[in-house]
């Protein structure tokens, strides 16, 4: 049996990132990995451009309050075609070009307009390069302005756009497939009848590889019948980067799932882990293809998935930090635990004085996934007698 470490890095040990794909510029991007770096394919502004509406100048005219005569209007996207020269100012808006021969921007609320074509300038601390952006002072031609393996925000989509880039090479997304087995489960939408349950397992795992940024296909209930589980399993293997077995992974007599497994060709890599929930894990590979048979207990195959198969599917998908995001925080009471095996206890962040605190949440074990739900930590409890006070720091795992 491995230590939820050793477990961890020998998953990600049979996981490689899959191959960058071509795809067009836009929000599906989001939270992908750039594939390869991006340069600039010209200087950002192009030109120098005005900060403010008012008024180009040259600041050694501008001693005392002067009397300057205006010569041109420049709006945003017009080329200036007049020098401004001495005792000249030009009308300008912002984001249009600076005109030759100036070299700063005075704000219109710190001008008075007269007659003739005059304006008075008013600001009497006048400053050379003032509320004017330089060109290439956001990037430089040539210049790598989005680096290999950045995971793509809205900010980045916008400077993608800004140096023309209509594709974008990335990190595709894992596709994965989840199958419920047991003769227990009815779909959804279905009245359980006598000694049945809604099967929970798949529509959650399903939602937290989309979270995960996964394309999910959720391929719904198998029965505990190995030609069943023999097909549909196959099947998956075929289209899957990682498969999903929610059940029939531990030892009893209708637990089918590593037989069918070893039998369609999944060499198995760990079938146990120290930890509670979620001891009877098993993780296989075919191939390139990852393949979890995750324990049936909701809350076990919950936590199965944070520490395991989340970092598996951000490494598919280019991430070099794989997580799980583990920080320490101070308990917001006390906690009192006897535990055979490290135990991750569902837990709730609180904001406090000079920062968070974790309290745990009252929970009633590995089928309670209601009391999971308001979830958003994971408190790392160790083996044996866990005596903790309040405000001692603890292992959270963040969800």
């Excluded at 007599?253 to 509670?276: A, N, S, W």
């Amino acid at each position: 049996m491995l230590e939820v470490a050793e477990a961890l890095a020998e998953v990600l040990r049979h996981t490689t990132s899959l191959a960058p794909v071509t795809v067009p510029l836009g929000p599906a991007v989001l939270g992908r990995v750039l594939g390869a770096g991006v340069v600039a394919d010209r200087d950002s502004p192009p030109f120098a451009k005005s900060l403010r509406d008012g008024y180009a100048v040259r600041t050694v005219d501008c001693t005392g309050q002067p009397h300057l005569q205006l010569v041109a209007e420049i709006p945003a996207g017009l080329v200036p075609s007049k020098t401004i020269g001495p005792g000249e100012c030009a009308r300008i808006f912002t984001g249009a070009p600076i005109p030759d021969g100036a070299d700063a921007v005075v704000m219109q609320e710190e001008t008075t307009p007269e007659n003739g074509g005059r304006i008075q300038i008013t600001d009497t601390s006048v400053r050379l390069g003032q509320y004017i952006f330089p060109r290439g002072t956001e990037m430089r031609a040539g210049e790598v302005v989005i680096s290999a393996g950045t995971v793509i925000n809205p900010a980045a989509i916008g400077v993608l756009a800004g140096v023309g880039r209509a594709q974008v090479l990335v990190s595709p997304c894992p596709r994965v497939t989840v199958l419920a087995t047991g003769d227990e489960l009815v779909d959804v939408s279905c009245e359980p009848g006598p000694g049945q349950i809604r099967n929970s397992n798949g529509p959650m795992l399903a939602a937290q590889a989309t979270q995960a940024g996964a394309v999910v296909h959720d391929r719904g209930i198998v029965r505990d019948d190995v030609a069943e589980l023999r097909a549909r399993i196959g099947e998956a293997l075929a289209d899957s980067d990682v498969i999903l077995l929610a059940g029939g992974v531990s030892a009893g007599t209708y637990d089918l799932v590593p037989g069918v497994l070893q039998e369609l060709g999944v060499e198995p890599r760990f079938h146990r882990v120290r930890m509670k929930p979620g001891k009877p894990l098993f993780f296989g590979t075919k191939g390139a293809v990852l393949v979890f048979g995750l324990p049936g207990n909701p809350v076990s195959g919950f936590v199965c998935f944070e520490l395991f198969v989340r970092p598996a599917l951000r490494v598919l998908a280019g991430n070099t930090d794989p997580g799980p995001r583990i920080v320490q925080v101070p308990l917001a009471e006390a906690v009192a635990e006897s535990n055979d095996r490290p135990t991750y206890r569902p837990a709730k962040l609180e904001p406090a004085e000079g920062g968070w605190v974790v309290r745990p949440l009252t929970w009633a074990g590995a089928p309670d996934l209601r009391g999971i739900q308001p979830a958003d930590a994971l408190i790392a409890l160790p083996a044996g007698d866990a005596r903790l006070d309040r405000g001692m720091p603890v292992s959270v795992v963040l969800l």
